[in-house]
């Protein structure tokens, strides 16, 4: 059975750093991609970041791009998701998902995503 599970969100205040964790089970992380998104109170969930299974390109939106950097662990089938220079518009739940298509084309968007993690809350926050 496929299984993500987030962890390392929080409180912190704005200027703050954080290291997420996505913990993948039921399959073998090395031949696939891994994306991070969020959804804050009243918004559509948006990605965030992606790497991809080989070469381990990655995207990032605009928003990130400079203070977030994704990186991947295959020998422990972990994603890890580092936020630095935080700030409370980065308030949300993260979530990590996988298409099982190998590449990021296209992970600015929820479309096609085939598992979800259950999500973890980051709070950006004086």
């Known amino acids: 059975q496929v299984q993500l599970v987030e962890s390392g969100g929080g409180l912190v205040q704005p200027g703050g750093s954080l290291r997420l964790s996505c913990a993948a089970s039921?399959?073998?992380?090395?031949?696939?991609?891994i994306g991070w998104f969020r959804q804050a109170p009243g918004k559509e969930r948006e990605g965030v970041s992606c790497?991809?299974?080989?070469?381990?390109?990655?995207y990032y939106t605009d928003s990130v791009k400079g203070r977030f950097t994704i990186s991947r662990d295959n020998a422990k089938n972990t994603v890890y998701l580092q936020m630095n220079s935080l700030k409370p518009e980065d308030t949300a739940v993260y979530y990590c998902?996988?298409?099982?298509?190998?590449?990021?084309?296209?992970?600015?968007?929820?479309?096609?995503?085939?598992?979800w993690g259950q999500g973890t809350q980051v709070t950006v926050s004086s």
């Open positions: 039921g399959f073998t992380l090395d031949y696939y991609e």
């Open positions: 998902a996988t298409k099982l298509v190998g590449h990021c084309s296209g992970y600015g968007l929820v479309t096609g995503v085939t598992y």
């Open positions: 790497i991809s299974s080989s070469n381990s390109i990655t």
